[in-house]
């Protein structure tokens, strides 16, 4: 294990990231981002016009509690919420409709509040998916891009053509927003730029659920190095914040929330429907990434070892955390990234092996979906099929994988 302080080398760092915006990548990435920005649109506006569209909207929910609350002064928790929307949308469970989200998602949804709902969610969708996008980027092209524009455009089109990903933009969902968090976090980190780092790590909050792992890798591997003591400055500052100013809209809100998320219909994990006997198998898992994290606690953020320790924690997270449906494998395309960049470092001769499984994987998943779809309809088969590849074996198969880089003993900063 890599025994070193966090004084990374920022002169060597700097020339390779100059080195690898070399004028061609560089022009490969502005016609990307081009390309980008008209599948965003694209698709954003292709979904305005879906049948039963605010029926499959989460935000159409969340949009109406928040302009309600700004309305009418409406609690975004009340139930009235709920039952008016049964009335709108025309589905019967009002459960389904109420407001789970902590109030700090009004940073977002207040605003939108404020616009007619399809400018609301043509937006929110279009920024869902860069926010996806650049949190696969930063992963891939730091501390050192050993991923080719070419092949990062592929792992790209991979993610966002999956059914998660298709899934969570039909759905509008939020996940995304967490991605982005932890990968700006992470750049952050690398920069040694640790107040800010804090910060930037209160984007977790909007969605914590999804990054329950990442979220305490970080919090305790700087506490246990006093150079890195801001980045909990940075976070007890943006915590004080996204309490604080919803506070004023929503008087109470952790308790209205606590009592809220109290009603939510039970849900499994992962772990529950295989093995799981009185939660001992995630509380292992919690217990192990505590021990890892102590044990990388002098590895730089540079370091291959803590990346792999950030993937192993995401796809261990949507392993023991219940989630409904296929929405945090979004949070894949993250791990995707470090584990192709480190493994094209320090596993060359198996990088390959690792990304033609990884595109088989994805080929495997959509066909999971397209199958059951074509042979019995819209049936809900073609989920429960997508969802052994995408919810059950692309995490574990992706935490095994992030092993190597863990463990790996002669990392070098980079």
């Given at each position: ?5 966090d004084r ?15 004028p061609?990548?560089r022009a ?5 981002a081009v390309?980008g920005?008209?599948y ?11 049948p039963?569209?605010?029926?499959t ?7 109406y ?10 609690s ?11 009335d709108?949308?025309?589905?019967p469970?009002a459960?389904?409709l109420?407001f789970?989200y ?9 605003p939108?509040?404020l ?6 969610v ?12 650049l ?5 891939a ?8 524009v070419n ?9 966002t ?10 759905y509008?969902q939020?996940?995304?927003?967490t ?5 700006l ?20 909050l909007f969605?914590p ?7 305490l ?5 700087t ?14 500052a ?5 309490w ?11 308790l209205?929330?606590?009592?809220a ?9 992962v ?18 990434t ?7 606690r002098?590895?730089?953020s ?12 995401i796809?261990?997270t ?5 989630i ?15 584990l ?31 199958i ?9 088969a073609q989920?429960?099929?997508a969802?052994?590849?995408y ?17 790996y ?5 980079v």
């Amino acid at each position: 294990m890599l025994q070193s302080s966090d004084r990374e080398q920022n002169a060597g760092q700097t020339a390779g990231l100059i080195s690898a915006a070399a004028p061609t990548d560089r022009a490969k990435l502005v016609i990307l981002a081009v390309v980008g920005l008209l599948y965003s649109s694209g698709i954003a506006y292709l979904f305005l016009h879906l049948p039963n569209r605010l029926l499959t909207d989460d935000l159409y929910s969340r949009w109406y509690a928040s302009k309600m609350l700004l309305a009418t002064g409406r609690s975004l928790y009340d139930w009235a919420n709920a039952y008016e929307l049964v009335d709108i949308i025309g589905w019967p469970h009002a459960f389904d409709l109420r407001f789970y989200y902590p109030a700090t998602l009004l940073f977002f949804t207040g605003p939108l509040s404020l616009l007619p709902y399809d400018g609301a969610v043509f937006i929110w969708r279009m920024f869902g998916l860069w926010c996806l996008w650049l949190s696969i980027v930063i992963f891939a092209r730091w501390p050192r891009p050993n991923l080719s524009v070419n092949k990062l455009t592929w792992l790209l089109v991979l993610m966002t053509t999956s059914v998660p990903v298709l899934q969570h933009t039909i759905y509008a969902q939020f996940n995304s927003l967490t991605a982005a968090a932890l990968a700006l976090t992470y750049y952050a980190l690398w920069r040694r730029k640790y107040l800010w780092a804090g910060i930037l790590a209160g984007g977790v909050l909007f969605k914590p659920q999804v990054a329950v792992l990442p979220l305490l890798i970080l919090l305790v591997w700087t506490a246990l190095h006093r150079d890195r003591w801001p980045f909990w400055l940075g976070w007890t500052a943006i915590c004080l914040v996204l309490w604080g100013v919803p506070e004023l809209l929503e008087p109470n809100w952790l308790l209205t929330f606590s009592t809220a998320l109290a009603s939510y219909p039970p849900v499994l994990s992962v772990v529950d429907r295989i093995w799981n006997p009185y939660q001992g198998v995630s509380l292992a898992l919690v217990l192990f990434t505590l021990w890892l994290t102590f044990r990388l606690r002098r590895c730089p953020s540079s370091s291959v070892n803590f990346t792999g320790l950030l993937a192993w924690g995401i796809a261990v997270t949507a392993l023991i955390v219940p989630i409904y449906g296929m929405l945090n494998i979004v949070l894949m395309g993250s791990v995707l990234a470090i584990l192709l960049n480190g493994f094209i470092q320090l596993y060359p001769h198996y990088a390959g092996w690792l990304w033609w499984g990884i595109v088989a994987l994805f080929i495997a998943g959509m066909l999971a979906f397209v199958i059951p779809l074509l042979l019995a309809g819209f049936t809900g088969a073609q989920i429960s099929s997508a969802e052994l590849v995408y919810r059950f074996t692309l995490p574990v198969l992706l935490s095994l994988a992030a092993l190597p880089l863990i463990f790996y003993p002669k990392a070098e900063p980079v």
